[in-house]
C-alpha cells in the first residue's frame, strides 16, 4: 500500500450512483432470468422440438455465460484503465443493442452470437456499480448503498418472470432493451469515482489482471473472494432452475414451474440482500454476516434434500428459504471490492462474479456426471455441500474489511 489518495464521505444511501447501479443491476438480474424463461417458447419459434431444444437452449446458455467471463475481464480492466463510468455506459449500449436485436432473430446462429454479445454487456453492470458505490461513499455507509442495489436488482427476476408469462419472447427482449436505453439517460447523473481520478493522474499501472495470478498473496484472496460466492450459483443455476426435475424427483403434489419457482427465489434472495446488508451495517462486520447466511443456506439444503410428497405452495416455500440463503450476493461482491487496492478495484469486482456465474458450467458438469452414478437429489447435495464448504472455509480466511480504508493502491 501506499500514501492515501483521496477521501470518500458521502453518506447517502440514495444518491444518484446508488440509484443508476440498483437499476443497472435489476436489468442485470432481468435478462439472466428471461433467457431461462423465455428459453423453449423462443427455440420452439425457431422449429427446434423435442431434445432439439434442451441441447440448444444449454449451448445458447453457455454462450451467454462465456460472454460473461470474457466482459467480466474486459470491462474489470478498462473500469480500471478508463474509469468506472465508461463501464456502465459501455456495457449498457452493448447489452440494450443485443437485446432489441435479439428480438427480430430468425436462425439459430445469430441467436447464440447475441446470447454472447448480451453476457459481454452483462458483465459490466454490478462489478461497475460496486466500486463506484464503495468509492464514493464513506467507508461507514458504504454498505447501505451496496445493500440497496442487490435489494432493488434482485427484484429484476420478478419483473422478468412476470413480461416472460404476460408476452411473447421477442417482445420481453424488446422490454430488456427498452430498459437499458431508458437506464442509459440517467446514467448521465453519475459521476467519477475520486479515487480514480487521483490514481488516474499517476504513473501507477491500472487494471493489470495478470498480478492477482503471479501473486500468492493477491491470488488466494481473488480465490477465496470467487469462492465464497459458489453456493449463490449453485443454487440458482441448479436446483432453482433445474425445479421441475427436481419437483419430480421429490414427488410435489403439483407441477412445478421454473418460471414460479425463480420468481419466488428472487423474492427470497431481495430479501436476504436486505438483511443480509443491514446485519453487516449493525454488526460491523462483513464475515460475521455471511457466516450466519451461509448456515441459513445449510439448513436449505438438508429441508430441500429431505422433503418428500410436499405441496406445491411447500415448494415455493423452498424456493424462498434458498433464495434467502443466498441473499449475500451484494454483501459477497463488496468483500471482494474491499480487499484490493484502487488501482485493480474495478478488475477484481467486475471479475469475481462472472467468474462465480462461469462456475456454473464445472458445477453443472459435476453433477451431470454424478447423477450417472448416484440419486439426482444426492448428486445434487453433494455438489452443493461442496460448495457450501469451500464458502466457508474462504470467509474465515479473507480479511475482515468493514470500515476498511479504500484509499490504497495495490503495489505489484
Known amino acids: 500500500m501506499t500514501n492515501k489518495l483521496s477521501i470518500s464521505n458521502n453518506n447517502n444511501p440514495f444518491n444518484a450512483i446508488v440509484v443508476v447501479a440498483a437499476l443497472g443491476y435489476f436489468v442485470d438480474i432481468y435478462d439472466l432470468i428471461l433467457f431461462g424463461i423465455v428459453r423453449n417458447p423462443s427455440l420452439q419459434d425457431l422449429n427446434f422440438v423435442g431434445t432439439e431444444i434442451t441441447n440448444k437452449g444449454l449451448f445458447l446458455l453457455n454462450c451467454q455465460m462465456f460472454g460473461m467471463l470474457i ?166 443455476g441448479i436446483l432453482i432452475i433445474l425445479s421441475p426435475e427436481f419437483g419430480k424427483e421429490m414427488q410435489v403434489q403439483g407441477t412445478v414451474s421454473a418460471g414460479k419457482a425463480i420468481m419466488w427465489c428472487y423474492l427470497g ?54 433464495g434467502f440463503g443466498t441473499g449475500y450476493w451484494a454483501l459477497f461482491v463488496t468483500i471482494s471490492s474491499e480487499q484490493f487496492g484502487t488501482n485493480i478495484r474495478a478488475t477484481v469486482t467486475t471479475t469475481v462474479p462472472n467468474f462465480v456465474r462461469g462456475s456454473l458450467l464445472p458445477i453443472s458438469a459435476a453433477f451431470a456426471y454424478l447423477k450417472n452414478v448416484l440419486p439426482m437429489m444426492h448428486a445434487a447435495m453433494l455438489v452443493g455441500f461442496i460448495c457450501l464448504l469451500s464458502a466457508f472455509i474462504a470467509i474465515i480466511y479473507l480479511p475482515e474489511t468493514f470500515g476498511k480504508d479504500l484509499d490504497y493502491i495495490e503495489e505489484e
Open 269 to 322: 434472495l431481495s430479501i436476504g440482500d436486505l438483511l443480509s446488508g443491514y446485519l453487516s451495517q449493525k454488526l460491523k462486520s462483513r464475515k460475521q454476516a455471511v457466516i450466519l447466511f451461509l448456515i441459513f443456506t445449510l439448513v436449505g439444503y438438508i429441508l430441500f434434500m429431505i422433503a418428500s410428497g410436499i405441496s406445491l405452495t411447500n415448494f415455493l416455500g423452498l424456493c424462498f428459504l434458498l
Open 71 to 236: 466482459g467480466g475481464v474486459l470491462w474489470g480492466v478498462l473500469g480500471d484503465i478508463k474509469g468506472r463510468v465508461s463501464v456502465l455506459f459501455g456495457s449498457i449500449i452493448m447489452y440494450s443493442a443485443a437485446n432489441i436485436a435479439n428480438g427480430f432473430v430468425t436462425d439459430f446462429d445469430t441467436y447464440a452470437f447475441l446470447r454472447f454479445i448480451a453476457g459481454v454487456g452483462l458483465a459490466g453492470e454490478l462489478g461497475a456499480g460496486i466500486t463506484l458505490v464503495s468509492e464514493t461513499m464513506s467507508k461507514e455507509s458504504r454498505g447501505w448503498g451496496t445493500m440497496i442495489i442487490a435489494t432493488f436488482g434482485a427484484l429484476g427476476a420478478v419483473l422478468a418472470s412476470v413480461v416472460g408469462d404476460m408476452f411473447t419472447w421477442r417482445i420481453a427482449y424488446f422490454v430488456g432493451g427498452g430498459l437499458g436505453l431508458l437506464l442509459l439517460l440517467l446514467r448521465f447523473a453519475t459521476y467519477e469515482s475520486g479515487m480514480f481520478e487521483q490514481v488516474k493522474q499517476s504513473v501507477i499501472r491500472r487494471g493489470a489482471f495478470q498480478t492477482l495470478f503471479t501473486n500468492t498473496i493477491k491470488f488466494k484472496k481473488y480465490i477465496a473472494c470467487i469462492a465464497v460466492g459458489l453456493p449463490v450459483w449453485f443454487t440458482v
